[in-house]
């Protein structure tokens, strides 16, 4: 009998690493990176200019940053990227909500860790970089702010 059980088990093994030689995913070697991302000179009542989508388990994937916003001066933040940590707190399996009180916690600004995706992923962006241009004349710019739910 257990000359028979490892006959079988030889068998599935085979098959287990053939499945997983001819499903390989080419991008599989490739890396996600993570990318610490400063973002300074925030004025009082000046959001940071994110925008973000939040799983229901938690993951927090920025969407977009507003135009001249402080997020987007830092030129190192894109959609699609994962906050991971918001001022050495990790904020992965938090509601949005509290990502979002953390984020406008603290005054001048903020240090950020994002997961980013491959550089040379062949997997298209699953977001486009959506930027936010304010109204010029009708509403203040914390105002403009107030008005979007997710934005910081």
């Given amino acids: 009998i257990e000359e028979k059980i490892l006959e079988v088990s030889r068998a599935l093994n085979a098959i287990c690493q053939k499945t997983v030689h001819v499903t390989s995913d080419p991008s599989g070697g490739e890396l996600a990176c993570l990318e610490e991302v400063h973002i300074t000179s925030v004025k009082p009542g000046e959001g940071l200019g994110i925008y973000i989508q939040s799983t229901y388990d938690g993951l927090h994937v920025i969407t977009g940053t507003t135009e001249n916003s402080p997020a ?53 962006a699953p977001l486009k970089n959506l930027r936010w241009r304010p109204p010029r004349a009708q509403l203040q710019a914390s105002d403009a702010v107030r008005s979007r739910k997710t934005s910081m």
């Fill in 72 to 124: 987007e001066k830092t030129q190192r933040i894109h959609a699609g990227d994962e906050v991971v940590q918001v001022n050495q707190q990790t904020v992965v399996g938090w509601q949005l909500k509290h990502l979002v009180e953390k984020l406008r916690a603290e005054s001048g600004g903020v240090v950020m860790v994002l997961k980013k995706r491959p550089a040379g992923s062949l997997a298209p």
